[in-house]
Structures are given as C-alpha cells and as structure tokens.
C-alpha cells in the first residue's frame, strides 16, 4: 500500500521558519519525482516546489530564495525548507509524488499524494 505523510506543519509568526517532512512507502521512492503542492479554501491547489529523482530542483517564482526542497533516498523522505515566511504562504501543504514528471507544477503528473499538513504563518 502506498502512503506519503506529510508532517512539520504549524502556526509560525512571518518571518518566520518551519520544515515540513514527507515519509513515503509502498512504492520505489528514489526513481520518483516528488513535489510540493499548497492549497488554500476555495482556490486551485499550486506546485511550490519539486525535485526530480537525481535530486534537481525546481520553485515556484513566489517562494524562490526563500524555499529549499531536498530528498534523502534513504530514507525515504523529501523535505521543504521554508524560510523568511509570509501571511500569503499559509495554506495546506501537499507532499506528491509521481514516477515521470514533465510539467513539474501539473498536478495531474502525480500519482501518489498525502493528506496535507497545515501551515499559517502570522502577522
């Protein structure tokens, strides 16, 4: 059974720093690409952030230099760094993962995805 969980979310003042986990199992974690998506009510959930299998990395305009997505095969795991936070990055956050990923911020080029940890950042 596959599974990814997300976790690390909270409350953080803006300005703020807060690092999010995904563990993901069931599933050949290391030849996938993994994402970062966010979702806040009533609008389209955005890619953040993703990195491919050999460890590349790609960002979204309104978080680059503040963001940092990373991945430790061995453990399964990918992780979002999220520095120099503001009120507008406060949303649901989305750990996904996908075997071949073309349009890295399509959400439709992932297969797998978590039930999200939440994050508000305030003022």
């Known amino acids: 059974q596959v599974k990814l969980v997300e976790s690390g979310g909270g409350s953080v003042q803006t300005g703020g720093s807060r690092k999010l986990s995904c563990v993901g199992s069931?599933?050949?974690?290391?030849?996938?690409?993994m994402g970062w998506f966010r979702q806040v009510p009533g609008k389209v959930r955005e890619g953040v952030a993703a990195?491919?299998?050999?460890?590349?990395?790609t960002y979204a305009d309104s978080v680059k230099g503040r963001f940092t997505i990373s991945r430790d095969n061995a453990k399964n795991t990918v992780y979002l760094q999220m520095n120099s936070l503001k009120v507008e990055d406060t949303a649901m956050y989305y750990c996904?993962?996908?075997?071949?990923?073309?349009?890295?911020?399509?959400?439709?080029?992932?297969?797998?995805w978590g039930q999200g940890t939440q994050v508000t950042v305030s003022s």
């Open positions: 996904a993962a996908g075997p071949w990923v073309g349009v890295w911020d399509r959400k439709e080029e992932y297969t797998y």
């Open positions: 069931g599933f050949t974690f290391s030849t996938y690409a």
């Open positions: 990195v491919d299998s050999d460890g590349s990395a």
